[in-house]
């Protein structure tokens, strides 16, 4: 990371990058996340690779959720713990959510190298290594899930994956919030909370909005909820790519 000059024009775009290729170096990353960062990369690139105004708005709304929950969970595959391992760390600690491996190509050697770097990052307990749960009406590894975590969330932060997992989070009453650069894909489409942003910009801002309601009461964040309209975040999202006007 020190190679990249921090002036060049596209510097978050290639420390993007060359995280996800040591990612794929230390067996966290599939080579398939090497594809899902080409695509999100274009579309960051459409959005001019800032947070709009509907995003920022988005994730203040996902910090009112998570602090509002009985028992948040935070989902990580292979792209977000090579992009945002501490962040994420970070995010868990200032809404008191636990921090779950979910992967779509599971193997226990990905899973142990995820966890042993998300400690190395600061996390104390990493869920996602019993899955002793299953979410029901899903028929691939993204179903396997921990008894005490994803099963029995209320919110579940879902970042980075275009899927059904999402949707059937949904049959199971959870709030659902997603992080994806396509405000088209799946995810976004069906989440309460849909965040068109880098998860690179998304999370710190999340952190940073959560400290600061972390003193609201109650009614206060559920209002902040209240006023949210998902449709027109994604409308936003979309007219932004669409229109190529920055
Ligand atoms: O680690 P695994 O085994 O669970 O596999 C994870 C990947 C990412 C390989 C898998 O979930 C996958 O193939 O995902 P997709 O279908 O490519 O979906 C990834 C979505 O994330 C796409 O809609 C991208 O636009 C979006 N995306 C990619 N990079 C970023 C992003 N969104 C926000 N921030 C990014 N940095």
């Known amino acids: 990371e020190e190679e990249i000059p921090k002036d060049h024009p596209r510097y978050q775009d290639l420390l993007t990058r060359h995280r996800i290729e040591k990612g794929v170096e230390k067996g966290i990353t599939h080579l398939q996340g090497m594809h899902a960062e080409g695509r999100g990369s274009a579309f960051d690139y459409l959005l001019g690779e800032a947070t709009i105004s509907s995003a920022e708005e988005a994730e203040r709304v996902a910090a009112a959720h998570l602090l509002l929950a009985d028992h948040p969970v935070l989902s990580i595959n292979g792209n977000v713990a090579a992009l945002v391992p501490g962040e994420m ?27 042993d770097h998300l400690r190395e990052h600061g996390a104390e307990d990493v869920k996602g290594l019993e899955a002793d749960a299953r979410i029901p009406n899903l028929d691939h590894q993204r179903a396997k899930v921990d008894e005490d975590g994803i099963y029995a969330a209320d919110v579940v932060v879902v970042p980075l994956e275009d899927g059904d997992r ?38 710190p801002n999340m952190t940073e909005h959560a400290r600061v ?18 449709e027109a975040a994604l409308e936003q999202a979309e007219d932004r790519i669409r229109s190529g006007e920055l």
Not at 89 to 115: H, K, Q, S
Not at 183 to 194: G, K
Not at 213 to 230: K, N, Q, T, V
Request: charged share 35%.
């Open 89 to 115: 760390v970070e995010l868990a600690e200032a809404t008191g959510a636990d921090l779950e491996i979910n992967l779509f190509n599971r193997t226990p050697e990905r899973i142990e190298a995820i966890a």
């Open 166 to 203: 999402a949707e059937a989070l949904n049959e199971m009453d959870k709030t659902e919030i997603v992080i994806d650069l396509n405000p088209l894909s799946r995810s976004p489409q069906v989440a309460d909370v849909p965040i068109v942003d880098n998860i690179i910009r998304a999370v």
């Open 213 to 230: 309601l972390a003193d609201e009461d109650e009614a206060e964040l559920r209002s902040i909820i209240d006023e949210f309209d998902r």
